[in-house]
């Protein structure tokens, strides 16, 4: 196993399990961290290959594989991207960038070749593409840590989906869902904390009596990382004292408004031949 943070998400939570089921599959897992600093040197072709084989062995709705993989290396297509995606530098400075892209486009070329209608293209369809690129980049994602190479999932692909289908020559009925920056970590990233077991996690039904002082507890863990340095805004609690800024401020903050670039997708992924 290799792995590009220094601990693992059970040294972190200090969860005491039995070394038989530490394998070095669930270690690995329990290390990601995303990786933003990347080193100019190139992915050797066989761990690409090693990456998308993997990638492409990923859980598929009925083996119907409603996905692509767009692999961009040429430098000046990942700075059009990085672009595209927000002025994302990583995106720029990462070697390889794979994009994942639902794909309906494919099975309607079937049916025609099979001579059947293509009826089957609704929004049950959309949702089961959609979990099918993101399966599929995941499992590429695992298998790049796997190798020592770092990576960061791009939701920023989605800005500007029209100028990344005409940049990635997209066919209708596709679109680029996330993308995954790859390379050699310049730097070791820092394990993020992550919600507690307790907020996330239910027993047989959903159960949240325990939200509260779970969010509690997570906000004060993330206010102390110093992730929310130079983004802070001030806003007076129930008692007029200074509010946290924690998770829970940051996250309603983001969620009071609809997201500037992304809040139309809808009417565009229509615009690319997906249908609702």
Not at 122 to 132: C, H, K, L, P
Not at 170 to 181: D, E, H, I, K, N
């Amino acid at each position: 196993m290799s792995s590009v943070t220094a601990e693992t998400r059970f040294a972190a939570e200090n969860r005491q399990l039995p070394g038989a089921v530490l394998t070095e599959t669930i270690q690995l897992l329990a290390s990601h961290a995303s990786v933003r600093h990347y080193k100019p040197d190139p992915v050797p072709p066989e761990a690409v290959e090693a990456i998308l084989t993997a990638a492409r062995s990923a859980p598929t709705s009925s083996n119907l594989q409603m996905y692509s993989i767009v692999v961009v290396t040429d430098e000046e297509r990942r700075a059009r991207l990085a672009e595209l995606s927000g002025n994302q530098e990583h995106v720029r400075q990462a070697p390889l960038f794979l994009a994942f892209c639902p794909d309906l486009n494919r099975l309607e070329r079937v049916c025609q070749r099979q001579g059947y209608p293509f009826a089957d293209r609704y929004t049950e369809m959309f949702i089961q593409a959609v979990v099918d690129a993101a399966l599929v980049a995941q499992n590429a994602s695992i298998a790049a840590e796997s190798l020592g190479l770092g990576t960061c999932m791009i939701g920023g692909i989605r800005n500007r989906p029209r100028e990344v289908a005409q940049l990635l020559g997209l066919p209708p009925r596709t679109f680029a869902l996330v993308g995954l920056t790859v390379g050699y970590p310049a730097q070791r990233p820092n394990l993020k904390p992550r919600l507690p077991e307790q907020v996330t996690v239910h027993r047989e039904r959903y159960d949240d009596r325990h939200l509260e002082e779970g969010l509690a507890a997570y906000d004060e863990i993330m206010a102390a990382t110093g992730i929310y340095a130079g983004r802070e805004v001030k806003a007076p609690g129930a008692d007029g004292s200074p509010r946290l800024y924690g998770w829970c401020e940051h996250s309603a903050r983001r969620m009071s408004r609809p997201h500037p670039t992304r809040r139309h997708i809808k009417e565009t992924l229509e615009e690319l031949g997906w249908e609702f």
